[in-house]
């Protein structure tokens, strides 16, 4: 195994929860030491250890540790018990813009908040048109960060954070915040530090994609590790705590759900609005869901996921993920996805529909690979995705010179 970047040896952390807090300078002191509070147990013994240049996913429900977790690997605040150490210097993508100062320009508080990351004065100097340039604040950046929307402040700090020149990077969804444009942004400079060879520790709910983009994964609940190991089998040990061994193993074709929301009605069609079920690499796909709730539901989302003939996974993704969350739902509702430029070679495709709650905690109505299409070939590579590829060949001819 490779050397270690992130090494947690039997961490727990615990808080003080306080049952009433003291109004007055007076009540603290002559209650001092009558407070009455109770342990909160964040983590108990907690183990784990990331490889170097491996991006590692952190899955849980919300309470479970896991940003507490990654809060103490980047020395934001200190383990109750057991040690964790690190190799290479860390930017920390939690709480972006968290250590501006508000009465400071953006231009002060990116030296500021670089110097806190680790970077020197000259090393800031060197990296500020680059970081002004990445966050699209040219024209604010000698504003006081008061003024700033909460937009303008994560560009800001995602903009310092990842010209720091980091070795582990942490981050803890903060991408759901921000217009889409710049979140793809942000995602494609991860993907680069991917391929550079950093290592990455992240944290999600949205479980689908830990998968797709993780070499490891560990599965926190109510501060314990439960799973740890290939992302696959996290994911589906996190399911199967979560909505139980039912939820996991559904056939083709199978439904569940309470209905407070119900999936009416389901339309494939391609970018012209005309439905059909027979799409060709590289067509745009528009998926139209109809949804009926009688009642008010305020905790919604609505997911999809395209399955290969195999039942494998090929994409999942929902309204929260896309930056669409649903504030509430009553009455007739239609949410669509657009799929756009389909990869996808020959072959037929199956699509599971899924609305839940946020923490995916309730099902609300589940069709399981209910809906297919299928695409036909249309161009001459091989293998699961029809990824257009240019080759170009360069023949160089030595020239041999003879003396006579």
């Known amino acids: 195994m490779s050397e270690a970047a992130v090494k947690v040896e039997n961490v ?20 001092r030491r009558r407070a009455e509070y109770e342990e909160f147990w964040a983590l108990k013994d907690v183990s784990l250890e990331v490889a170097r240049g491996e991006t590692f996913g952190l899955v849980g429900p919300n309470g479970s540790g ?13 383990p109750t018990i057991g040690r964790i150490t690190t190799r290479g210097r860390i930017a920390s993508l939690l709480e972006l813009g968290a250590g501006f100062h508000p009465d ?3 231009r002060e508080n990116v030296y500021l908040n670089a110097s806190i990351l680790g970077l020197t004065r000259k090393e800031t100097d060197r990296n500020f048109d680059e970081i002004v340039g990445f966050s699209e604040l040219e024209g604010f950046i000698d504003m006081q960060v008061r003024h700033y929307s909460s937009g303008m402040y994560v560009r800001l700090g995602f903009a310092v954070a990842i010209h720091v020149d980091p070795a582990i990077l942490l981050v803890d969804e903060v991408l759901s915040v921000g217009d889409e444009a710049f979140q793809r942004k942000c995602i494609d400079r991860i993907k680069r530090f991917q391929r550079e060879g950093r290592t990455i520790v992240f944290v999600t709910h949205a479980a689908d994609t830990v998968p797709m983009i993780c070499n490891g994964a560990a599965f926190i609940f109510k501060g314990n590790v439960e799973a740890m190991g290939d992302p696959t089998d996290v994911v589906r040990a996190y399911r199967t705590k979560l ?7 559904a056939s083709p074709g199978e439904e569940r759900g309470d209905l407070q929301v119900k999936i009416e009605r389901v339309r494939l069609s391609d970018g012209e609005g005309r439905e059909k079920s027979v799409f060709r690499s590289g067509d745009d ?14 905790d919604v989302m609505v997911g999809i996921a395209i399955h290969d003939e195999a039942g494998t996974m090929l994409v999942g993704t929902n309204t929260d993920l896309e930056n669409s969350p649903i504030a509430s739902l009553q009455g007739q509702t239609r949410v669509e996805f657009t799929c756009a430029d389909l990869p996808m070679q ?10 839940t709650t946020r923490d995916h905690r309730h099902v ?3 069709m399981e690979q209910a809906y297919s299409f299928r695409c036909d070939r249309s ?15 360069e023949q160089r001819t030595e020239r041999h010179v003879v003396e006579t």
Not at 243 to 249: D, N, Q, V, Y
Not at 285 to 298: M, Q, V, Y
């Open 12 to 31: 727990s952390k615990t808080f003080r929860l306080y049952h009433e807090r003291a109004s007055s300078l007076k009540e603290r002191i002559v209650n």
């Open 66 to 78: 896991k940003s507490t977790l990654l809060k103490m690997i980047g020395g934001i605040i200190l």
């Open 104 to 106: 400071l320009t953006g």
């Open 243 to 249: 909505h139980g061994e039912e939820h996991l193993e």
């Open 285 to 298: 796909l528009h998926l139209s869901i109809d949804l009926e709730t009688p009642r008010r539901i305020d």
């Open 346 to 355: 020959e072959g037929r495709y199956a699509i599971t529909i899924g609305v």
């Open 364 to 366: 609300y109505h589940w």
């Open 379 to 393: 161009g001459p590579t091989e293998g699961v995705l029809a990824i257009p590829v240019t080759v170009n060949v």
